[in-house]
């Protein structure tokens, strides 16, 4: 998880703490809310709720079990695309435009039909052929806009 992804989720993680205060029952409404959001409770939002509510790691975890919360996403598609210095300064915003539009969510999120995750990464390695983006474990480099949407038209 990026940094800016972690900043987010732990001001929506504070945001919920604030909502249902800090009592052991309001593990499971914000767990759910956190769900309810991404789709998911990742393992940086589960260690959020820790610290905030100063629960152990089982109290969080029994909540996540018994109400069976997931932990990860369950997506067809994990759509990353690199932000890392290189690709940064050749990937256009419209890259990111065309994704949000097509699955209609935002950049860190997951889309309403569970199809899609689409997260910033870090470097893949091929920074001599960025912009770089990878759709579950296939990469694909020089992507433009238009190459977006070709690859994207073929996603069932
Ligand atoms: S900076 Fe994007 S692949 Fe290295």
Redesign the pocket.
Known sequence: MLLEEKIRTSEEVKKLVKKYGTKQSSILPILKALQKKYGYVSQFAQNEVMRLLNVSYVDVNNVISFHKILDKPQVKYTIRL???????TR?KDEIIKVIEKKYKVKLGEISKDNKVHFKF????????????ISINDRVY?QVTPKKVEKLLSMLK
């Open positions: 690199c932000r890392s210095v290189n690709c940064r990937a990464t870090g470097c893949l390695g091929l920074c001599h052929l960025g912009p770089v480099t």
